[in-house]
T-cell receptor
């Protein structure tokens, strides 16, 4: 079955540590996205990539980094520079054009 | 800058009743997306509205788009408990059609 796999589902880290969230898709989608969701709020775009080896900053890119070395994979690193990293992180992918986003099941990151 | 506003943000209704969720967006767009999110889960695509006057229906949910008024509605008919969820609308940005701006979400609770 095609889909988007995010891992891990839950992640706990100490402040000051970098952490990488995995996102893999087998939908053959060109575009991939990372969103952040805080309790009771909508989604905010962190980074997106429309083709391999290229990505752009979204609205809240500070303290995050990404790579897109393969079409299937778009990992997100939350660095120690991110001031408030505790959140629910959602990865999505889509065809180019008008197609809707397909979301992974999310990673809930807690930093203490 | 594109802003997407939903109202109401919280909606508690009884089973069997009808209600409408509104989604206003601030800049011209010919597309609008609706998503559903169950508590602690990811987002699921409900509707893609691609033109002015577009209407889509699935079960007890019907979505419509008025691009001139910059307004989309999600109408719930004869609500049932299974419809309890948070509903998000999202519109694409003019500068990059693949980047969506999400509303804050409408948290719907259907009571028996």
């Amino acid at each position: 079955d095609g889909g988007i796999t995010q891992s891990p589902k839950y992640l706990f880290r100490k402040e000051g540590q970098n952490v990488t969230l995995s996102c893999e898709q087998n939908l053959n989608h060109d575009a991939m996205y990372w969103y952040r969701q805080d309790p009771g709020q909508g989604l905010r775009l962190i980074y997106y990539s429309q083709i391999v080896n290229d990505f752009q900053k979204g609205d809240i890119a500070e303290g995050y980094s990404v790579s897109r070395e393969k079409k299937e994979s778009f990992p997100l690193t939350v660095t120690s520079a991110q001031k408030n990293p505790t959140a629910f992180y959602l990865c999505a992918s889509s065809w180019q054009g008008h197609s809707p986003l397909h979301f992974g099941n999310g990673t809930r990151l807690t930093v203490t | 800058e594109l802003k997407v506003e939903q109202n109401p943000l919280f909606l508690s209704m009884q089973e069997g009743k009808n209600y409408t969720i509104y989604c206003n967006y601030s800049t011209t767009s010919d597309r609008l997306y609706w998503y559903r999110q169950d508590p602690g889960k990811s987002l699921e695509s409900l509707f893609v509205l691609l033109s002015n006057g577009a209407v889509k229906q699935e079960g007890r949910l019907m979505a419509s788009l008025d691009t001139k008024a910059r307004l989309s509605t999600l109408h719930i008919t004869a609500a049932v408990h299974d419809l309890s969820a948070t509903y998000f609308c999202a519109a694409p940005r003019r500068t990059s059609g693949s980047r969506l701006t999400f509303g804050e979400g409408t948290q719907l609770t259907v009571n028996p």
